[in-house]
């Protein structure tokens, strides 16, 4: 699990670019991940944290329907949108 | 007030916030000054969000996690992380009301959002 190198604004940055996230701002931002115009995962990232606790990184994982691996792979690079949507489509 | 170390139990008062501190004294509105530290996984109930009120409580738990909390509920996809308890149990609240209506605003949703949504119409008092 690589919490430790990423900080909340590369998540909302890999989200936003991969994932085509839109986030609303609040407490903390959220947004929806769609595909084909239905709501799949919604994703809570807090704001502000240079690096994230693993709990927190673990949850957002799990928001996002992968696991901390998977995870890891779409901040790093090697995820990319098209293996995201197949990892999320088998899991609904 | 010192909310550091406080569990936050919401159950019952309507006359204010009850605060509960481990080895401290319950007082309404404001806590007294507790030397010990919070225990790693502490459960409580919400019974309000921000701004409505819960027909049904809902089970949640808090967490240590780095050198903040993390708030979570047991039935929903929803977080909420604090440098304190009380922030993150804040954050959670508001995040389940946003949750909550952004729902509301759409059918597009998959089955288990479906899900979520049903449920939350039935324990959220508009």
């Known amino acids: 699990m690589k919490n430790a190198q990423f900080a909340t604004h590369d998540v909302l940055h890999c989200c ?4 085509d996230i839109k986030f609303r701002q609040g407490k903390h931002y959220s947004g929806w991940f769609i595909h084909n115009d239905v709501k799949i995962a919604r994703i809570t990232v807090p704001k502000g944290r240079k690096s994230i606790p693993p709990k927190t990184y673990k949850t957002m994982a799990k928001q996002l329907k992968l ?11 090697p995820l990319g949108r098209e293996e995201y949507i197949e990892i999320v489509t088998k899991s609904i | 007030m010192i909310l550091k170390n406080a569990f936050v139990d919401e159950s019952v008062d309507p006359r204010g916030k009850i605060f509960q501190v481990p080895k401290g004294r319950l007082i309404r509105g404001r806590v007294t ?4 530290p919070i225990k790693p996984f502490e459960r409580f109930r919400i019974r309000r969000l921000k701004s409505r009120d819960l027909k049904e409580p809902l089970e949640a738990v808090v967490e240590r996690d780095g ?6 509920i047991l039935d929903l996809p929803s977080y909420g992380y604090g440098e304190d308890i009380v922030e993150a149990v804040d954050v959670l609240k508001e995040d389940i009301e946003s949750l909550y209506e952004e729902l ?10 479906k899900r979520i949504k049903l ?8």
């Open chain 1, 16 to 19: 936003e670019k991969k994932l």
């Open chain 1, 67 to 77: 696991n901390t691996q998977q995870f890891d792979e779409l901040l790093e690079c």
């Open chain 2, 33 to 36: 000054t507790s030397s010990s």
């Open chain 2, 67 to 72: 050198t903040g909390y993390i708030a979570r």
């Open chain 2, 104 to 113: 509301l605003e759409s059918d597009n949703l998959s089955q288990e959002w």
């Open chain 2, 119 to 126: 449920f939350l119409l039935s324990i959220v008092s508009d």
